[in-house]
């Protein structure tokens, strides 16, 4: 926001009239146009109307639309790729597939955002922008082209590993790009909205490619037949995002000559020792870092029962036709659901219970229904139970998103968030990592889930143990008030 924008400053002053005022005539006077300041909403009240308001001056920039149909259409692709990905490893004919192999697919799928995240940055603060969405995404067409062939060409497993981290190693970069960009075609006053609307599109655009990837498979007779089939559709819709970056100016997109002129050397250390602050100005607030262990705990479970999952749609629930996959596919959408109901309930049960009280809420119910949904490893009580573990694992999320927000210092924000994206993705790969030892090929394991379940009731006690020093710490400060 400009200073002339700001509440009090006069925006436009109409000059006096040259030379010497004539009788009887008044000298104008300055008008003043004040930028009336935004009320806040009353506690609980809906914004709706203001968020529509804002929603539409959004889309009616060009450069927001732009930029948006280039995310949607490249994470539309990232789901169609990822599904087709899975079900080659989970479900191909021609090996058979343990849980060590699911383990080397999470690791490929999920550490490259782990390893390069806080450093795509860097680099992405030195690189035109459009031009990382526009090479971005081709170079990720040509490699899921090639990925295709080594499939068709029965190459080495770790020829196809190594072909997948490459796309989701530069998909990092596509994506850290595609949120540096935003500020770039958005006023500074709907730069909120419009980073609440873009990554959401962005979700849903992922989850409707996965479901697409399910139903083009469909189509197809072999197995083979369908992976080929699914990842062909990525790197077609890969292309198209890259062409759609074309719309956008060359230079549109920043970064600035002076940010280009940097050393990159330097910048990287910068890096690396702000990420030490981080961690440390973290260790400085417990409720922030109670909060992230606990969502790392509760992401941790999450894994290792999403593992469960596939290796009994592979073996258990597979009748030797598509009713497998089919199974998988509802999983993936139930689980699914259960994240947008979290979305819509948060809210309105944290205004009731607290943000801690629901968090440990969550925690409590996933203890006790893990163990009871999912002991009978029959489908229907399963899908039941990936509803609910969507719904608690977003809504822990939810509240430790917004206690990391209110509790960490700006300044560090964006180094703590890092770390958290660090956390959040290391934790759902060791848990592929801890279940592929654990679990049988047949992927029922009662000791698995007692584990998750004993986690669950571990997130429960730390949250509640930080929720009542929380409690203490306010009553005493309020008293010495």
Same mark, same amino acid.
């Given at each position: 926001?400009?200073?002339?924008?700001?509440?009090?400053?006069?925006?436009?002053?109409?000059?006096?009239?040259?030379?010497?005022?004539?009788?009887?005539?008044?000298?104008?006077?300055?008008?003043?146009?004040?930028?009336?300041?935004?009320?806040?909403?009353?506690?609980?009240?809906?914004?709706?109307?203001?968020?529509?308001?804002?929603?539409?001056?959004?889309?009616?920039?060009?450069?927001?639309?732009?930029?948006?149909?280039?995310?949607?259409?490249?994470?539309?692709?990232?789901?169609?790729?990822?599904?087709?990905?899975?079900?080659?490893?989970?479900?191909?004919?021609?090996?058979?597939?343990?849980?060590?192999?699911?383990?080397?697919?999470?690791?490929?799928?999920?550490?490259?955002?782990?390893?390069?995240?806080?450093?795509?940055?860097?680099?992405?603060?030195?690189?035109?922008?459009?031009?990382?969405? $526009?090479?971005?995404?081709?170079?990720?067409?040509? +490699?899921?082209?090639?990925?295709?062939?080594?499939? $068709?060409?029965?190459?080495?497993?770790?020829?196809?590993?190594?072909?997948?981290?490459?796309?989701?190693?530069?998909?990092?970069?596509?994506?850290?790009?595609?949120?540096?960009?935003?500020?770039r075609v958005v006023e500074e006053e709907r730069l909120v909205v419009a980073n609440s609307l873009?990554?959401?599109?962005?979700?849903?655009?992922?989850?409707?490619?996965?479901?697409?990837?399910?139903?083009?498979?469909?189509?197809?007779?072999?197995?083979?037949?369908?992976?080929?089939?699914?990842? +062909?559709?990525?790197?077609?819709?890969?292309?198209?995002?890259?062409?759609?970056?074309?719309?956008?100016?060359?230079?549109?997109?920043?970064?600035?000559?002076?940010?280009?002129a940097r050393d990159l050397r330097a910048a990287l250390v910068t890096t690396g020792r702000g990420?030490?602050?981080?961690?440390?100005?973290?260790?400085?607030?417990?409720?922030?870092?109670?909060?992230?262990?606990?969502?790392?705990?509760?992401?941790?479970?999450?894994?290792?029962?999403?593992?469960?999952?596939?290796?009994?749609?592979?073996?258990?629930?597979?009748?030797?036709?598509?009713?497998?996959?089919?199974?998988?596919?509802?999983?993936?959408?139930?689980?699914?659901?259960?994240?947008?109901?979290?979305?819509?309930?948060?809210?309105?049960?944290?205004?009731?219970?607290?943000?801690?009280?629901?968090?440990?809420?969550?925690?409590?119910?996933?203890?006790? $229904?893990?163990?009871?949904?999912?002991?009978?490893?029959?489908?229907?009580?399963?899908?039941?139970?990936?509803?609910?573990?969507?719904?608690?694992?977003?809504?822990?999320?939810?509240?430790?998103?917004?206690?990391?927000?209110? @509790?960490?210092?700006?300044?560090?924000?964006?180094?703590?968030?890092?770390?958290?994206?660090?956390?959040?993705?290391?934790?759902?790969?060791?848990?592929?990592?801890?279940?592929?030892?654990?679990?049988?090929?047949?992927?029922?394991?009662?000791?698995?889930?007692?584990?998750?379940?004993?986690?669950?009731?571990?997130?429960? $006690?730390?949250?509640?143990?930080?929720?009542?020093?929380?409690?203490?710490?306010?009553?005493?400060? @309020?008293?010495?008030?």
């Amino acid at each position: 926001m400009s200073p002339g924008a700001l509440p009090g400053r006069p925006l436009h002053r109409p000059p006096f009239p040259p030379g010497p005022i004539a009788p009887g005539r008044r000298r104008p006077r300055t008008t003043f146009h004040v930028k009336p300041e935004r009320q806040p909403q009353p506690e609980g009240q809906p914004q709706g109307a203001s968020v529509i308001r804002d929603l539409r001056g959004l889309l009616r920039g060009s450069g927001f639309r732009r930029l948006l149909t280039v995310r949607l259409l490249s994470q539309f692709a990232d789901g169609v790729f990822q599904v087709g990905l899975a079900t080659y490893v989970v479900f191909a004919p021609e090996q058979e597939t343990r849980p060590t192999d699911i383990a080397a697919a999470m690791a490929v799928l999920l550490l490259p955002y782990s390893l390069l995240g806080p450093f795509a940055g860097v680099l992405l603060d030195r690189w035109r922008r459009r031009q990382v969405l $526009l090479f971005g995404n081709l170079l990720r067409c040509g +490699l899921v082209v090639a990925t295709c062939a080594l499939i $068709l060409g029965g190459s080495p497993d770790w020829l196809f590993y190594l072909s997948a981290l490459l796309v989701t190693a530069v998909n990092r970069f596509v994506l850290a790009g595609l949120s540096a960009a935003l500020p770039r075609v958005v006023e500074e006053e709907r730069l909120v909205v419009a980073n609440s609307l873009s990554p959401t599109a962005g979700t849903l655009a992922a989850t409707v490619g996965g479901g697409a990837a399910f139903v083009v498979q469909l189509l197809a007779r072999s197995q083979g037949a369908k992976d080929t089939l699914a990842l +062909l559709l990525a790197a077609a819709i890969y292309l198209l995002a890259g062409l759609s970056a074309l719309r956008l100016g060359r230079d549109q997109l920043g970064p600035s000559d002076a940010s280009l002129a940097r050393d990159l050397r330097a910048a990287l250390v910068t890096t690396g020792r702000g990420l030490v602050a981080g961690l440390r100005h973290l260790h400085e607030r417990p409720l922030a870092a109670g909060t992230l262990t606990g969502v790392g705990l509760m992401r941790f479970c999450y894994g290792a029962l999403l593992v469960t999952v596939l290796m009994l749609c592979r073996h258990a629930w597979d009748d030797g036709g598509d009713e497998g996959v089919a199974l998988l596919g509802v999983a993936v959408g139930v689980s699914g659901a259960g994240f947008f109901v979290a979305a819509l309930v948060t809210p309105w049960l944290v205004a009731r219970l607290g943000r801690l009280g629901w968090y440990v809420c969550c925690a409590l119910s996933a203890a006790v $229904l893990v163990p009871a949904l999912g002991l009978s490893f029959r489908p229907v009580p399963m899908l039941v139970a990936a509803f609910v573990l969507g719904l608690v694992s977003q809504s822990a999320k939810i509240v430790t998103d917004t206690v990391v927000q209110a @509790s960490v210092l700006d300044a560090f924000r964006g180094r703590v968030f890092s770390l958290y994206d660090m956390l959040y993705n290391i934790a759902f790969v060791g848990a592929a990592g801890v279940a592929a030892l654990i679990l049988p090929p047949d992927g029922r394991s009662p000791a698995l889930l007692c584990l998750v379940s004993a986690i669950y009731v571990l997130t429960a $006690l730390l949250i509640h143990r930080l929720r009542r020093r929380t409690v203490s710490r306010e009553t005493a400060t @309020s008293a010495a008030g």
